[in-house]
C-alpha cells in the first residue's frame, strides 16, 4: 500500500491540474462538443479580444500581481532585515501569524470598511478633526489602478511571508551571519540584506511564486476591493463562464488560457528583477559600504509592518462590530445602539452553509493527511525525499491560476455528470488543502530525530508500531498544526467551492461573497467573523489537544 | 428499483395532468395526486440572494413547506438569476432532460423571455391550474399576464409586484428639492455631484433604472413595445446615451464605480454617499428603517408622470427534478397567508400580486391593516405605472453600456 502513497499524490495532485487545463485549452480552441464545437479555430480570442477595455483588464490583473508581492517581499525582508533577533521582532511576529489563518476575503472586506470614504478610519477623525460631515466623494476602493487591490493583497501576503520567511532563517544560522557583519561594522540592515537575504531567499521562492500566481489571478479579494470599470481579468471570466449565452464559454476558456499566459509573464518578469536585484547587491556588496545609519528606515519598517497587521485586525474589529451594530451613519465613530438583532435573524441561515463548510474542510483534511504521512513514512523507508521535482508538482496547483484549471475541470465533471457532489468538491479542495499540509508537516517530520526510530527497531518493534506508538505521538503536535493549516485553506477556498459545487453546497466562504455583494455591513460581519473563527477554533484544538491528550505524559508535548 | 420508477412515472403523470387535464379527473383530485407525489422531495429554488429580508421571508417559506407537505426547500443563492438560466441551459446542451439541478427559478423579464424562446420551462398552462389561483388579480394587473411583452402563457407564477420608487434622507434634503422626471433628476445631479448613482448593470436594478430613462426620453413610446431588433436600436436609444453621457460626470465617483445593486445603495443612504437612490419594492425603505439600516427620516418619492412597474413570477425549468413540490411551492407562494407576510414590511413589504376583491372579509381586512410603515407610500400615491419594453431592449442597452461605459477613463 505504501508504495503507492507518492503516486496517488501524484494523482490527486497533479491529475485534475492536467485534466483541468486541458479541459480549458480545447474549448479556447472552440473544441466542446457538448456545446456545439466540433472544430477547432482561434474563434474565442478572437471575440475575447474584441471586448471592451480586455486590454486594461489583462494589464491589471498583470501590474496587481507583481506590484503587490514585490510590495509584501520588500516589507517583509526589510522588516526582517531591521529586526531579526529583537524583543520588538517577537512582539510583531506574534501580532502577525494568527493573521495567516484570515480568509482573503474576509481580510478583504475589514480592509474595505477601514479605508472607504465612509470607513472607520475617515470616521475616527470626523469631523472634528477633517471638518466632514459627509464622506468625501473619493475613489478609494475599486479604484481604476487597483491601489486598493494593492493594498489589500500586501497587508493579506505580508503574514504569509513572514511566517515561511521565520522557517527559513533557523536553517541560515542567520543570527551568527549577523554577528559577522556587525562586526564588519555593517549596518544591521545592510548586513543582513547582503549575507544572510539571498540564502534566505532561495528557500522561500516557491512560496513567493505562489503569491504571484494568487495576487494575478483571484477573483474574491478583485471582486471587493478591484477596478470595477472594468473588472481585472479573473473576475470577467468567471461572469462569462455563468453566462446564459453559452458560446460565452468559449470566450471565458481563451481568457483562462491568457489568464494562464499572464500569470506566467509575471513570474518570467519576477526571475527578471530577481536577476537585476542579484546583480545590484553584489555591486553594492563588492563596493563595501557599511551603510551604518539605517536608523531611520529601520523604524519605517516596523512601523509599516505594524500597520499592515493592525489594518486587518483594525478591520476584523469593525466587522465584529457591524455584525451587532444598530444604526450607525456617518460621521458616528460607534454605532448609536448594539442589538444581537442581526445575529439572531442570520444564524437558522448560518447552520447549513456551516456544516457544509466543516465537512468540507474535514474530510479534504483528513485525506490530506493520510496522504501525506503514507508518502512521508514511504521517504522515510526509501530514503529518497523525490527532491526538487516533488516540491514543483507540490506547488502546481499553487502556481498554476485557479480559473486556469477550474473551468476545464467543472466543463469536464459537468460532462461525466459529477458536478455538484461531495466527492468531486472535496477533491477539489484536496488539490489545494494538500500542498500546504504537506508543507506544513515535511519539516518537521524530516527534523525528527531518527534515533527514536533505530531504538524502537531495536526493542523488535514493527514499522507500524513505531509509526503508532513513536513518531505519532511525539509528532502529534505539528501533525494537528498541519490539519489546522489545511482547514483553514479549505475554508478560504472560493472558487473551487463556487465552480465545482456549482452553486448548490453554499460554504461559509461563498455566502459571504455572495452576500457581499448586498453591501449589508451586519451580514458581511456577521459571515466574515464566522469566516474567521473557523479556522482559529482549527488553531485552538490542535495546540489544545495534544495537551489534553498527553496531560500525564509533559514531556511529550515538547515537540 | 421497480418502486423507484413507480414513483417517478407517478410524477411525471401528475404534473402532465395538471398541464393538460388529460386524465379527465376533477383538478382538485389532480392537485391531491401532485401534493402526494411531492411529500418527502427536495426544492433546489434558484433565487437571488443579496438581500437578508428576503432571503429570511424564502427561509420561512421553506420551514411552512417542511411542516405542511414534508417538502424540503433549498435556496440557492444567486447573485444574478442569469446563473441558473445559464445552469439549466447548459444541462440541455449536455443532454441532461431529466433530473436537472434546478426545481424552481425567481424570474422575470429577460431571463423568461431567454428560456421561453429556449424552450427551457415547464408547461405551459401549469399556473392557472394553482388552487390559488383564484386570488390572483389578473382582472386588474395586466404585468400578471404579460411580462415585459412577452405573454406569460402559464409557464411562470406570479409572486409580487414591482414599482420603481425613489428614497432620500428628509434630514438633509428636502421632499421639495426632489426630481419629478429624469429631465429633473439630470439637473439635480449636475447641482449635486457625487450623490447619485445607479448599480452597474447588467444589475437588473440598474439596467431598470435605464429603461426607465429610455421611456421618458424615447420619442415614440410605442416602438419600445417591439422587439429592438426590428427598430433603428441606435437611433432610438441615442436618446438615452445622450442623456447618459451628460449624467455621469455627476454621478457618484464620477462613473467609475458604481454600488453592486440596490441594497448597496440603501448602505450608501445611510453613509451620506448617495442623497438618492431608488429600489424596485415600495417598502425597501421602510423595511431598512425596521431593521437599523436607515434613519426614520428617509422618504419615499416617485415620477409623477410615472415609474417603471412590472411583476417578478416564479418559474419551473423543463428537467426539473421535483416539478410537483416545486408546484406545491409556487402554490404556497401565492396563498393569502404567504401574501400576506410578503407585504408586511416587517419581514420583506412587496406588493401582493393578490385582488382584495377575491379574498375573505377576513384576509383582506389583514391586508388593510398591514402597517406599511412611514417611508412607504400608499398604492394610490405611487403614480402610473410604466410598461415595461420589450426585453430585446434590455439586452441590447447593456450590451452598449458596456461597450460604452464598461472602461471608464
Redesign the interface.
Known amino acids: 500500500m505504501l508504495r503507492y502513497s507518492p503516486f496517488t499524490a501524484l494523482l490527486v495532485l497533479a491529475v485534475p491540474v492536467l485534466c483541468g487545463l486541458a479541459g480549458t485549452l480545447l474549448p479556447a480552441f472552440g473544441y466542446l462538443p457538448?456545446?456545439?464545437g466540433t472544430s477547432f479555430s482561434v474563434q474565442p480570442f478572437d471575440t475575447l479580444f474584441m471586448q471592451?477595455?480586455i486590454w486594461?483588464s489583462i494589464a491589471q490583473s498583470f501590474f496587481i500581481g507583481l506590484t503587490s508581492t514585490a510590495l509584501a517581499v520588500i516589507l517583509v525582508a526589510g522588516f526582517v532585515a531591521a529586526w531579526y533577533g529583537t524583543r520588538l521582532f517577537k512582539k510583531v511576529q506574534y501580532l502577525v501569524s494568527p493573521l495567516l489563518s484570515v480568509p482573503h476575503a474576509a481580510a478583504a472586506f475589514g480592509f474595505a470598511f477601514m479605508i472607504a470614504?465612509?470607513g472607520f478610519f475617515a470616521r475616527l477623525f470626523s469631523p472634528w478633526l477633517t471638518g466632514w460631515?459627509?464622506?468625501l466623494?473619493?475613489?478609494i476602493?475599486?479604484?481604476?489602478l487597483g491601489l486598493a487591490l494593492i493594498a489589500g493583497l500586501v497587508v493579506k501576503e505580508v503574514p504569509f511571508l513572514l511566517l515561511v520567511t521565520l522557517a527559513a532563517l533557523p536553517q541560515i544560522s542567520a543570527i551568527k551571519f549577523s554577528h559577522l557583519t556587525q562586526s564588519l561594522g555593517y549596518g544591521r540592515m545592510a548586513g543582513f540584506l547582503l549575507s544572510t537575504w539571498p540564502p534566505v531567499y532561495r528557500q522561500i521562492r516557491l512560496p513567493i511564486f505562489a503569491v504571484i500566481a494568487y495576487a494575478s489571478a483571484n477573483v474574491d479579494m478583485a471582486i471587493i476591493l478591484g477596478?470595477?470599470?472594468?473588472h481585472t481579468l479573473p473576475v470577467r471570466l468567471v461572469g462569462w463562464m455563468?453566462?446564459?449565452d453559452?458560446k460565452m464559454r468559449f470566450m471565458a476558456c481563451a481568457g483562462a488560457c491568457v489568464q494562464i499566459l499572464v500569470t506566467g509573464f509575471a513570474l518570467l518578469v519576477w526571475t527578471l528583477i530577481e536577476r537585476v536585484t542579484g546583480v545590484v547587491s553584489r555591486k553594492l556588496a563588492a563596493k563595501g559600504n557599511r551603510y551604518t545609519r539605517d536608523w531611520g528606515v529601520r523604524v519605517t519598517a516596523s512601523v509599516l509592518m505594524t500597520t499592515s497587521a493592525l489594518i486587518v485586525f483594525g478591520g476584523l474589529l469593525v466587522l465584529a462590530l457591524w455584525s451587532v451594530?444598530?444604526?450607525?451613519?456617518?460621521p458616528n465613530t460607534l454605532p448609536n445602539?448594539l442589538?444581537l438583532?442581526n445575529w439572531m435573524?442570520?444564524l437558522?441561515?448560518l447552520s447549513g452553509p456551516l456544516v457544509t463548510t466543516i465537512i468540507i474542510g474535514g474530510a479534504s483534511v483528513a485525506i490530506s493527511i493520510i496522504i501525506t504521512l503514507a508518502c512521508l513514512v514511504r521517504e522515510q523507508q526509501t530514503g529518497r525525499s523525490g527532491g526538487n521535482r516533488a516540491l514543483w508538482l507540490l506547488y502546481l496547483p499553487l502556481l498554476v491560476p485557479q480559473i486556469g484549471f477550474l473551468f476545464g475541470l467543472q466543463l469536464f465533471l459537468?460532462?461525466v455528470?459529477a458536478i455538484?457532489s461531495w466527492t468531486a468538491l472535496i477533491f477539489a479542495h484536496v488539490v489545494f488543502v494538500l500542498p500546504y499540509v504537506f508543507l506544513s508537516l515535511s519539516a518537521p517530520w524530516r527534523a525528527f530525530d531518527k534515533r527514536y526510530d533505530s531504538i524502537g527497531a531495536a526493542l523488535g518493534a514493527s514499522n507500524w508500531r513505531i509509526f503508532w506508538h513513536i513518531r505519532a505521538p511525539m509528532l502529534l503536535r505539528a501533525i494537528l498544526a498541519a490539519c489546522a493549516v489545511g482547514f483553514a485553506v479549505s475554508i478560504g477556498q472560493y472558487l473551487p467551492t463556487l465552480l465545482i459545487g456549482?452553486?448548490?453546497f453554499?460554504t461559509i466562504t461563498t455566502?459571504a461573497v455572495?452576500?457581499g455583494?448586498?453591501?449589508?455591513?451586519?451580514?458581511i460581519g456577521i459571515y466574515a467573523f464566522m469566516q474567521m473563527m473557523l479556522p482559529f477554533v482549527g488553531f485552538l484544538l490542535a495546540s489544545i489537544l495534544p495537551a489534553l491528550i498527553f496531560r500525564n505524559r509533559r514531556g511529550i508535548t515538547g515537540f | 428499483m421497480i418502486k423507484k420508477l413507480g414513483l417517478s412515472a407517478a410524477i411525471g403523470v401528475a404534473s402532465l395532468s395538471l398541464t393538460s387535464h388529460a386524465l379527465g379527473d376533477s383538478s382538485s383530485q389532480i392537485w391531491d395526486m401532485v401534493v402526494k407525489e411531492a411529500e418527502g422531495q427536495t426544492v433546489?429554488w434558484?433565487a437571488w440572494?443579496?438581500?437578508?429580508q428576503i432571503?429570511?421571508y424564502i427561509?420561512w417559506v421553506g420551514e411552512n413547506l417542511e411542516d405542511e407537505y414534508d417538502i424540503e426547500v433549498?435556496h440557492?443563492?444567486?447573485?444574478?438569476t442569469?446563473?441558473a438560466?445559464?445552469?439549466v441551459?447548459?444541462e440541455k446542451?449536455?443532454?441532461?432532460d431529466e433530473n436537472g439541478?434546478i426545481d424552481l427559478i425567481w424570474i422575470n423579464g429577460e431571463?423568461f423571455a431567454?428560456m421561453k424562446r429556449q424552450g427551457l420551462l415547464y408547461g405551459p398552462d401549469w399556473t392557472q391550474n394553482l388552487p390559488n389561483w383564484q386570488y390572483v388579480d389578473v382582472e386588474n394587473k395586466p404585468t400578471i399576464t404579460t411580462d415585459f411583452t412577452i405573454p406569460t402563457d402559464g409557464m411562470e407564477s406570479p409572486w409580487g409586484m414591482a414599482k420603481l420608487v425613489f428614497f432620500h434622507d428628509s434630514a438633509r434634503t428636502s421632499p421639495e428639492e426632489m426630481p419629478d422626471s429624469a429631465d429633473e433628476l439630470l439637473k439635480w445631479a449636475a447641482e449635486n455631484?457625487?450623490?447619485f448613482s445607479y448599480p452597474?448593470p447588467p444589475d437588473f436594478i440598474g439596467s431598470s433604472f435605464l429603461k426607465q430613462v429610455l421611456i421618458e426620453q424615447v420619442e415614440d413610446r410605442s416602438l419600445l413595445q417591439q422587439s429592438a431588433d426590428e427598430v433603428n436600436f441606435e437611433e432610438v436609444s441615442k436618446p438615452l446615451f445622450d442623456y447618459l453621457d451628460e449624467l455621469h460626470p455627476n454621478l457618484?465617483?464620477?462613473?467609475?464605480?458604481?454600488?453592486?445593486?440596490y441594497?448597496?445603495?440603501?448602505?450608501?443612504l445611510?453613509?451620506?454617499?448617495l442623497d438618492i437612490t431608488f429600489a424596485f419594492n415600495p417598502a425597501t425603505a421602510s423595511s431598512a428603517i425596521a431593521?437599523?439600516?436607515?434613519?426614520d427620516t428617509v422618504r419615499s418619492f416617485t415620477f409623477s408622470e410615472g415609474t417603471l412597474g412590472n411583476t417578478h413570477f416564479v418559474a419551473i425549468p423543463y428537467n426539473a427534478n421535483a416539478k410537483a413540490g416545486a408546484l406545491v411551492l409556487a402554490n404556497f407562494l401565492i396563498s393569502p397567508e404567504a401574501q400576506l407576510r410578503k407585504q408586511d414590511p416587517a419581514f420583506w413589504g412587496d406588493p401582493t400580486v393578490l385582488a382584495m376583491g377575491k379574498l375573505s372579509e377576513e384576509q383582506a381586512d389583514a391586508f388593510n391593516k398591514l402597517d406599511l410603515g412611514v417611508a412607504t407610500l400608499r398604492p394610490d400615491e405611487l403614480g402610473p405605472a410604466l410598461d415595461e419594453p420589450h426585453p430585446s431592449w434590455m439586452t441590447k442597452i447593456e450590451e452598449k453600456w458596456?461597450?460604452r461605459?464598461?472602461?471608464?477613463n
Not at chain 1, 477596478?227 to 472594468?230: L, Q
Not at chain 2, 440572494?49 to 437578508?52: C, E
Open positions: 457538448a456545446l456545439g471592451t477595455g486594461r470614504p465612509s460631515e459627509r464622506p466623494d473619493l475613489l476602493v475599486n479604484d481604476q477596478p470595477a470599470t472594468p455563468n453566462d446564459p453559452l451594530s444598530g444604526l450607525w451613519q456617518f445602539n442589538s438583532k435573524r442570520a437558522p441561515g459537468l460532462s455528470n455538484a456549482a452553486g448548490r453554499p455566502e455572495a452576500l455583494s448586498g453591501g449589508n455591513r451586519r451580514i | 433546489y434558484n440572494g443579496g438581500s437578508t432571503n429570511d427561509a433549498v440557492v443563492k444567486l447573485d444574478d442569469a446563473n438560466v445559464s445552469a441551459v447548459a446542451a449536455a443532454g441532461k439541478s431571463n431567454s455631484p457625487g450623490r452597474q457618484w465617483r464620477e462613473a467609475k464605480a458604481f454600488p453592486r445593486d441594497p448597496s445603495m440603501s448602505q450608501l445611510a453613509d451620506g454617499e431593521n437599523d439600516e436607515l434613519p458596456l461597450a461605459y464598461g472602461a471608464a
